[in-house]
C-alpha cells in the first residue's frame, strides 16, 4: 500500500512540517532518544533549538551520550567533543538563559565539568595571590592579560577559547541565580582541574592531564551506560575481531564458553535490563511501531521520519524478519531465523539480541568499504558472517535430504549462539578470503617480477612485495590496499576493483566480479560457494 504521509526529503522542508504540528511537544517527548537524536542530527544542531526545547532532561542525557563523543575511525576510542559541547550549550540559549540553565542543571555534573574545563580555566580568588607567588613564571598574568576573562562571586573564569565564551558566561550567571548550590559546586570542581596546572607549574601539561582524567571517569560511566543499550565500544569491538583473526579455527570450534568480552557485554545487558525472552524486540517495537502502546500521532510523526529517510526502513524490517528483498533473504540461516520466530518466539529473541550485538561490534570496530558500517549494512554482514560459520559447523552433515537439512539449521540455533558461528564464519573471511588474496596476490607480483628482472618496474615490485609480506606477517593486508592501485599496469581495472574489494577488513564482492560471474544484489560473503567463486576468479585473474 502507498504511504499517505509525506516525503519530506529537504531539510527545511521537514522542520517546517514539524513544527507546524500543534500535538508536537507530546509527540517529541513520546520519541525514544535514539529517534530524537536521529532527527536532530538530520536536520542540524543549528536549526534543531525549538525541538531540544521541548526534549525531556531523560532525552537529553540520553542523546548527550551519543553526541558530544566522536571517533576517527571504527576501533579508536571514541573522544569528547569540546567544540560540540560548546554548540549545544549555544542552541540551549537561543530559548533563553533561564531555559539554559534550568536544563544543564538536569544533566550530569561530571559531564557539565568536563563540558566546562574544556572551555574555561576557574581559580578562586581568595587562593589567587598566594597561589601566584609560588610561581617563578607570570604565565598566569600573561593569560589574564590576553584571555577574557570574568569573576563570578569568589571565582575568576578565563576562557581558553573566544568560542562560546559569551554563553558560558550568561548561563554561568544565570545558574547562580537558579541554583547556586549547584553553581559553586561546577566552579568548585573546575577550580581543581585547574589546580592542578597551579600547584604543579608544569604548564598547560598539568591542566590537560587532569582534563583527561576527568575525560576518563566521565567516559567510563557512559561507557556502562552504553552497553547496557546494546551499544559495543569501538575498543572492545577491535579487540573481539582481531583475536578472532589470530586465533587457530579448531580452537573456536572447541571452545566452551565465549570469549570474555562477549560475556561482558551481556553481563551488562543482563544486568540492566534483563536477558528475557522478548525484552529486544518488544522493547524496539514500543518505541517506534507497537500502535497499542503509542498515539495515532507518534505512528504517523514515526512514518514521517522515515519516508524522510531520517529512520531507516530496513531497521524495521529486520527487526520483525521481514523478507527485505536482500541477499540474506535465501540465507538458510535466515529462513531457520523465520521458523524459530514463529515456534520459539523467546528462543528468536535470544538469537536476534546476538546478532544486534554482531552488528554493533561490525559498526564500531570494522571499516566496511573504506568507511564506518550503516546500521542495516552491519546487520547484513553480521547475518551473512554467521551463515558462512553455520555452513562450516554443519559441513558434516550436508548430504541430508531437504527436510533434514531445515532441521539441522534450527538445531542448530537452539544448540549454538550466534557467537560461535560468528566467530568461525569472521576466521573462514580472513582466511579463505583476506589473506589468500593477499598470498595470491604475493605470488602474481614475484612472478612478474621475475619476468622482468632488472628492471625499473621490477625494483617496484619487489618493494610492494616486501610492504605486503610484512602486513600479512603483522595480521593486517588490508592495509596494503591503497597500493594496488599501481599493479595497473600489469591488470585491467575491473580485476584492480575487484582485488580493492576482496583485500579489507571486512572483504566484499564488487559489480566488477559479478558481471563475471553469479549476479548478487549485495556484495557480502556469506556461503563456500561465494568463496569458490571469489577463488575461481582469483586463479582467472592472477
Not at 539554559?100 to 572551555?119: F, H, N, P, Q, V
Not at 529486520?318 to 533473504?329: A, H, I, K, V, Y
Request: proline residues 4%.
Amino acid at each position: 500500500m502507498k504511504s499517505t504521509f509525506p516525503a519530506l526529503k529537504q531539510r527545511k522542508e521537514l522542520l517546517n512540517h514539524i513544527l507546524d504540528l500543534p500535538e508536537l511537544p507530546a509527540v517529541v517527548q513520546d520519541l525514544n532518544a535514539p529517534v530524537l537524536a536521529k532527527l536532530i542530527r538530520h536536520i542540524g544542531l543549528e536549526d534543531s533549538a525549538e525541538i531540544v526545547s521541548l526534549a525531556t532532561a531523560k532525552q537529553l542525557k540520553a542523546i548527550l551520550d551519543e553526541d558530544l563523543w566522536s571517533s576517527d575511525a571504527p576501533g579508536l576510542d571514541e573522544t569528547f567533543d569540546a567544540e560540540r559541547f560548546g554548540l549545544w550549550l549555544e542552541i540551549m540559549m537561543q530559548n533563553g538563559a533561564a531555559f539554559a540553565a534550568r536544563k544543564i542543571s538536569e544533566l550530569d555534573e561530571d559531564l557539565l565539568t568536563l563540558g566546562l574545563c574544556r572551555l574555561v580555566l576557574a581559580v578562586d580568588i581568595d587562593d589567587y595571590a598566594l597561589l601566584s607567588e609560588s610561581f617563578d613564571d607570570t604565565l598566569l598574568e600573561k593569560a589574564l592579560e590576553s584571555s577574557l576573562n570574568q569573576e563570578f562571586g569568589n571565582y575568576l573564569v578565563i576562557a581558553k577559547s573566544e568560542s562560546c565564551w559569551d554563553t558560558v558566561c550568561a548561563l554561568l550567571a544565570e545558574l547562580g541565580e537558579q541554583d547556586y548550590e549547584m553553581f559553586t559546586r561546577l566552579l568548585e570542581r573546575c577550580c581543581r582541574v585547574t589546580g592542578e596546572y597551579m600547584e604543579d607549574n608544569g604548564g598547560l601539561y598539568h591542566v590537560l592531564t587532569a582534563g583527561e582524567m576527568l575525560e576518563e571517569d566521565v567516559s567510563s560511566a557512559r561507557k556502562e551506560r552504553r552497553e547496557a543499550k546494546g551499544f559495543v565500544t569501538p575498543a572492545s569491538a577491535a579487540v573481539f575481531l582481531s583475536q578472532v583473526r589470530s586465533m587457530p579455527l579448531h580452537e573456536i570450534i572447541e571452545a566452551a564458553t565465549v570469549d570474555p568480552i562477549t560475556r561482558a557485554y551481556f553481563r551488562a545487558a543482563e544486568k540492566e535490563r534483563g536477558y528475557t525472552a522478548g525484552t529486544h524486540v518488544n522493547d524496539k517495537k514500543s518505541e517506534q511501531e507497537n500502535p497499542a502502546s503509542l498515539d495515532r500521532k507518534i505512528i504517523q510523526f514515526i512514518q514521517t521520519l522515515q519516508n524522510a529517510e531520517v529512520l531507516s526502513a530496513p531497521d524495521q524490517k529486520l527487526l520483525t524478519w521481514e523478507d527485505t528483498g536482500s541477499q540474506n533473504r535465501s540465507l538458510p540461516l535466515t529462513e531457520a531465523m523465520r521458523r524459530i520466530n514463529r515456534t520459539d518466539p523467546d528462543l528468536f529473541s535470544k538469537r536476534l539480541m546476538e546478532l544486534s550485538y554482531l552488528s554493533n561490534t561490525l559498526m564500531s570496530g570494522c571499516r566496511f568499504q573504506g568507511r564506518p558500517f550503516k546500521p542495516e549494512e552491519a546487520a547484513e554482514a553480521a547475518l551473512s558472517v554467521c551463515n558462512l560459520g553455520s555452513e562450516y559447523l554443519l559441513a558434516g552433515k550436508a548430504k541430508l535430504n531437504p527436510e533434514q537439512k531445515h532441521d539441522i539449521w534450527d538445531i542448530l540455533l537452539k544448540e549454538v549462539h550466534l557467537i560461535k558461528p560468528f566467530q568461525t564464519g569472521w576466521k573462514i573471511l580472513f582466511d579463505e578470503v583476506v589473506f589468500h588474496t593477499a598470498k595470491t596476490l604475493l605470488k602474481f607480483m614475484n612472478r612478474i617480477r621475475d619476468e622482468r628482472a632488472d628492471s625499473l618496474q621490477a625494483r617496484e615490485l619487489r618493494k610492494m612485495a616486501d610492504i605486503l609480506r610484512s602486513r600479512m606477517t603483522a595480521g593486517r593486508p588490508w592495509t596494503f590496499v591503497d597500493e594496488i592501485y599501481y599493479l595497473q599496469i600489469f591488470l585491467d581495472g575491473n580485476t584492480v576493483t575487484v582485488l580493492t574489494g576482496l583485500l579489507q577488513e571486512y572483504p566484499v564482492v564488487l559489480q566488477a566480479l559479478t558481471e563475471k560471474g553469479k549476479n548478487r544484489p549485495l556484495p557480502f560473503i556469506g556461503s563456500h560457494e561465494d568463496i569458490a567463486t571469489i577463488r575461481q576468479f582469483l586463479d582467472d585473474a592472477l
